[in-house]
């Protein structure tokens, strides 16, 4: 197989019985060319003065997309150079590969269509993402019909392969009686895989990194190569892949960045062990908790951080205003799983599948154990179906009492694939929370949202905006009205003198920008909200993540318990020890002030400026910050250490006296600090 071999397959595809797969796999690189093209037309602004790079990623692209094409004409070459003559000739096996290839057409068109569809969602080529979506493809592609014009787009494409395919035909099955002779074949197969064992060898995910600007980098990619890296580094062991160092100093120095004054290491003279001793600063407080994830909810759309708008979470802004109101928080990653396991586990984004999905993440120290342990009731309520992304498995694996999902509302008035809107899931949810109050014990709830998701529809009638719109704006304005609707219910109800609500995102709106990570996408607001325990207005402009938020309510409630959480309490840290963590696609980082540690497959370590005002982001020369790069190391090396080596399990704890305070008092969060 050589160039002028494919070029001739334009012309002459009948030729040669390998002329139609030399066709094939120039159709796919023009396809995915065409794809490169059109993506950096639409996101010729986000390029900016970029474009010069674009070269390089078209260049790289290019070799992308021959790799990824030999990758999937892998079965069908085997099928040319195999057959027998007489048995290719065959009347049967000529209209049955004429099928087979009419098909491969169809789905070239739909690929190319796909990927771009998924592009502008996730400003990314196929990834973790697209992976986890196949093990629920019936909401997936439920989901898809219901906001994309799913019909049109297939009869389209129908149209498209059935003219190309009528352009074809008779030169494709003409092909297949041409007879190929041993010297032929032999010539194809070394000419089909040495470039494929070139791809192997020279090709991986860094090489797409040509620019600077992310969105550059991934029109550079290839949706298929990136598909099938993600397939295969799902569970990837974080030292297989990224920098690291012995485990000894590693731990050490990840015992240093979790200490707090208030803490004291339980087993001081063992690396392998966090286990530390948290001393609370006076009595417990037995008050019940309501950690409520919003889905989707970024700080973008709360008008007072960020008034240039979109401004729409104005009833969250009226409860901020009564909370203590964490502005400067970051979430793990950009899916609800990664904020299930920072919120809940307080657990670093580990490289691959989030440990929510994992069939190891049961039996683990979390912010619901340590409440079961302290006498607590836990339930984990979702406004979905529990079997998706295997919520319902880590719940009750992980100190839930009972999860209690869409299928076990008594009221529903509304829903979408996900499941049911904010209303049904709060109105249900009070009358849980009344039930589990009633019994006398405090209890732990989490609380996890669906409205604000594709295809973004809600009821009609409850905001000026109409849902057939099916905007994210509209759709995050409803969770807004939905949520302040429950928070002025609940007032009316007996638990809420004695409840703290934590409210926050799961993660921010969507990926955009064309930062290596996109920083801003990745911001999150988190209000406590306690009027009897917490003075109103209070606002604390403190860099932290979602892996502070169990220690932060544990603190609050002023519990003693033994700790192995990755997290700090952001009220009882010094102001110069607050940094986050988070990850995006195939990288982990941490940010600490206005620099950001960057670690990448194959051992890349970068460090990167990072302007807030402007939310533009500067490469800083190799060796820059080396202590920032080692700090990034010790958090995910150890964490992917101590998972593998269970040493992250639950720990037993002292239980809170059953006449232990209730709230009693206003406390200042600031005197904490």
């Given at each position: 197989?050589?160039?002028?071999?494919?070029?001739?397959?334009?012309?002459?595809?009948d030729?040669?019985?390998?002329?139609?797969l030399?066709?094939?796999?120039?159709?796919?690189?023009?396809?995915?060319?065409?794809?490169?093209?059109?993506?950096?037309?639409?996101?010729?602004?986000?390029i900016?003065?970029?474009?010069p790079?674009?070269?390089?990623?078209?260049?790289?692209?290019?070799?992308?997309?021959?790799?990824?094409?030999?990758?999937?004409a892998?079965?069908?070459?085997?099928?040319?150079?195999?057959?027998?003559?007489?048995?290719?000739a065959?009347?049967?096996m000529?209209?049955?590969?004429?099928?087979?290839?009419?098909?491969?057409?169809?789905?070239?068109?739909?690929?190319?269509?796909?990927?771009?569809?998924?592009?502008?969602?996730?400003?990314?080529?196929?990834?973790?993402?697209a992976?986890?979506?196949?093990?629920?493809?019936?909401?997936?592609a439920?989901?898809?019909?219901?906001?994309?014009?799913?019909?049109?787009?297939?009869?389209?494409?129908?149209?498209?392969?059935?003219?190309?395919?009528?352009?074809?035909?008779?030169?494709?099955?003409?092909?297949?009686?041409?007879?190929?002779?041993?010297?032929?074949?032999?010539?194809?197969?070394?000419?089909?895989?040495?470039?494929?064992?070139i791809?192997?060898?020279?090709?991986?995910?860094?090489?797409?990194?040509?620019?600077?600007?992310r969105?550059?980098?991934?029109?550079?990619?290839?949706?298929?190569?990136?598909?099938?890296?993600?397939?295969?580094?799902?569970?990837?062991?974080?030292?297989?892949?990224?920098?690291k160092?012995?485990?000894?100093?590693?731990?050490?120095?990840?015992?240093?960045?979790?200490?707090t004054?208030?803490?004291?290491?339980?087993h001081?003279?063992?690396?392998?062990?966090?286990?530390?001793?948290?001393?609370?600063?006076?009595?417990?407080?037995?008050?019940?908790v309501?950690?409520?994830?919003?889905?989707?909810?970024?700080?973008?759309?709360?008008?007072?951080?960020?008034?240039e708008?979109?401004?729409?979470?104005?009833?969250?802004?009226?409860?901020?205003?009564?909370?203590?109101?964490?502005?400067?928080?970051?979430?793990?990653g950009?899916?609800?799983?990664?904020?299930?396991?920072?919120?809940?586990?307080?657990?670093?984004?580990?490289?691959?599948?989030?440990?929510?999905?994992?069939?190891?993440?049961?039996?683990?120290f979390?912010?619901?154990?340590?409440?079961?342990?302290?006498?607590?009731?836990?339930?984990?309520?979702?406004?979905?179906?529990?079997?998706?992304?295997?919520?319902?498995?880590?719940?009750?694996?992980?100190?839930?009492?009972?999860?209690?999902?869409?299928?076990?509302?008594?009221?529903?008035?509304?829903?979408?694939?996900?499941?049911?809107?904010?209303?049904?899931?709060?109105?249900?949810?009070?009358?849980?929370?009344?039930?589990?109050?009633?019994?006398?014990?405090?209890?732990?709830?989490?609380?996890?949202?669906?409205?604000n998701?594709?295809?973004?529809?809600?009821?009609?009638?409850?905001?000026?905006?109409?849902?057939?719109?099916r905007?994210?704006?509209?759709?995050?304005?409803?969770?807004?009205?939905a949520l302040?609707?429950?928070?002025?219910?609940?007032?009316?109800?007996?638990?809420?003198?004695?409840?703290?609500?934590?409210?926050?995102?799961?993660?921010?709106?969507?990926?955009?920008g064309?930062?290596?990570?996109?920083?801003?996408?990745?911001?999150?607001?988190?209000?406590?909200h306690?009027?009897?325990?917490?003075?109103?207005?209070?606002?604390?402009?403190?860099?932290?993540?979602?892996?502070?938020?169990?220690?932060?309510?544990?603190g609050?409630?002023?519990?003693?318990?033994?700790?192995?959480?990755?997290?700090?309490?952001?009220?009882?840290?010094?102001?110069?020890?607050?940094?986050?963590?988070?990850?995006?696609?195939?990288d982990?980082?941490?940010?600490?002030?206005?620099r950001?540690?960057?670690?990448?497959?194959?051992?890349?370590?970068?460090?990167?400026?990072?302007?807030?005002?402007?939310?533009?982001?500067?490469?800083?020369?190799?060796?820059?910050?080396?202590?920032?790069?080692?700090?990034?190391?010790?958090?995910?090396?150890?964490?992917?250490?101590?998972?593998?080596?269970?040493?992250?399990?639950?720990?037993?704890?002292?239980?809170?006296p059953?006449?232990?305070?209730?709230?009693?008092?206003?406390?200042?969060?600031?005197?904490?600090?």
């Open positions: 197989m050589n160039f002028r071999s494919c070029l001739t397959a334009f012309v002459r595809p030729a040669s019985r390998f002329g139609p030399y066709l094939a796999l120039l159709l796919f690189v023009g396809a995915a060319t065409l794809t490169r093209l059109t993506l950096a037309v639409l996101y010729a602004t986000d900016g003065a970029d474009w790079s674009l070269f390089p990623a078209f260049l790289t692209g290019f070799a992308f997309d021959v790799y990824a094409a030999l990758l999937l892998i079965p069908y070459a085997l099928f040319l150079l195999l057959m027998p003559n007489r048995w290719l065959w009347r049967g000529r209209w049955l590969t004429a099928v087979v290839y009419a098909a491969h057409l169809f789905a070239l068109v739909y690929l190319c269509v796909a990927d771009a569809v998924f592009f502008l969602e996730f400003t990314s080529r196929f990834n973790f993402v992976v986890d979506y196949l093990a629920h493809m019936h909401e997936v439920v989901n898809i019909r219901e906001t994309y014009p799913v019909g049109k787009v297939l009869l389209a494409d129908a149209v498209i392969t059935l003219l190309l395919f009528v352009g074809l035909r008779r030169r494709l099955l003409a092909s297949l009686t041409v007879p190929a002779t041993l010297g032929q074949r032999a010539r194809f197969a070394v000419g089909f895989a040495v470039p494929l064992v791809g192997v060898v020279a090709l991986n995910i860094n090489v797409a990194q040509v620019s600077d600007n969105i550059v980098n991934e029109i550079g990619n290839n949706g298929v190569y990136t598909f099938l890296y993600a397939l295969t580094t799902n569970e990837v062991q974080y030292d297989a892949l990224y920098a160092t012995e485990d000894k100093p590693a731990l050490e120095r990840l015992h240093n960045l979790i200490a004054k208030n803490a004291q290491y339980l001081p003279h063992d690396p392998y062990s966090i286990d530390r001793k948290i001393k609370a600063n006076g009595p417990a407080r037995r008050m019940n309501v950690l409520l994830l919003e889905e989707s909810l970024g700080s973008k759309f709360v008008p007072s951080l960020h008034p708008g979109p401004s729409v979470m104005h009833e969250y802004d009226k409860l901020a205003n009564e909370s203590l109101f964490f502005t400067h928080i970051y979430a793990t950009n899916r609800t799983v990664r904020g299930l396991e920072a919120s809940i586990i307080g657990l670093p984004p580990m490289p691959g599948r989030a440990v929510v999905k994992r069939a190891s993440g049961t039996g683990l979390t912010l619901s154990s340590v409440f079961k342990e302290k006498g607590y009731q836990t339930a984990f309520i979702y406004g979905g179906r529990s079997y998706f992304d295997n919520i319902h498995g880590f719940a009750v694996g992980n100190s839930f009492d009972r999860v209690i999902d869409q299928d076990d509302f008594k009221k529903i008035t509304f829903t979408t694939i996900w499941g049911v809107c904010d209303e049904d899931l709060f109105d249900n949810a009070l009358t849980d929370l009344d039930a589990m109050n009633d019994s006398g014990r405090p209890f732990f709830v989490t609380m996890l949202t669906v409205s998701h594709t295809p973004y529809t809600y009821p009609a009638g409850r905001i000026p905006e109409d849902p057939e719109a905007t994210r704006e509209h759709a995050m304005r409803y969770s807004d009205y302040g609707k429950f928070m002025r219910e609940a007032r009316q109800h007996k638990f809420y003198d004695n409840t703290l609500f934590v409210i926050l995102g799961d993660h921010g709106a969507r990926v955009y064309s930062q290596q990570i996109p920083l801003e996408s990745y911001e999150i607001p988190v209000i406590f306690a009027p009897k325990l917490i003075p109103k207005g209070k606002r604390v402009d403190m860099l932290g993540s979602q892996m502070d938020v169990g220690p932060t309510i544990l609050l409630l002023n519990f003693d318990y033994d700790s192995r959480f990755f997290g700090r309490d952001l009220l009882n840290i010094s102001p110069d020890s607050r940094w986050a963590l988070m990850s995006h696609n195939r982990v980082a941490l940010l600490r002030d206005d950001l540690a960057v670690l990448g497959v194959r051992g890349v370590k970068e460090v990167w400026q990072y302007d807030r005002k402007t939310g533009q982001m500067r490469r800083l020369p190799d060796g820059s910050d080396q202590t920032l790069v080692n700090d990034a190391i010790a958090y995910y090396q150890s964490a992917a250490r101590l998972y593998d080596m269970q040493r992250l399990a639950r720990i037993a704890q002292k239980p809170i059953a006449n232990g305070i209730p709230a009693n008092g206003i406390i200042d969060p600031h005197a904490q600090q």
